[in-house]
């Protein structure tokens, strides 16, 4: 069964950094699916943040955290990041990675992701 473990969260004051991680077992990142992470903030709907090889086949990032976050792979260790920089308030979220074999637009989530989202990471930013 494909797993998917995301870690690297925590508190940070605002201006701070983080880089999450997410390590999967039974899945390994290649070009036949989108990699990406998405977050949900309290009372509010679960969205893309960042993805791979998504939507047009290229790199995208919600303009919310353009210019400040960065997402990579590592196939060799299958393992997933998400660099976050200057981070904000209105960041802190659960963070989650997931793989898309339809590589839907990073505005779309994924319908039928591979394997099933895992427990998230926590990230919060205070001011």
Known sequence: EVQFVESGGG??????SLR???????????????IGWFRQAPGKQREGVACINC???????ADSVKGRFTISADNGEMKMY?????????????YYCAADPFKS????LPQSPVGS??????V???S
């Open 11 to 16: 508190l940070v004051q605002a201006g701070g």
């Open 82 to 94: 998400l660099q976050m920089n200057s981070l904000k308030p209105e960041d802190t979220a659960v």
């Open 20 to 34: 999450l991680s997410c390590a999967a077992s039974g899945f390994r990142f290649d070009d036949y699916y989108a």
């Open 105 to 108: 637009p990073l505005s779309i």
């Open 117 to 122: 989202w895992g427990q998230g990471t926590q």
């Open 55 to 61: 939507g047009d086949g290229g790199t995208h990032y």
């Open 124 to 126: 919060t930013v205070s």
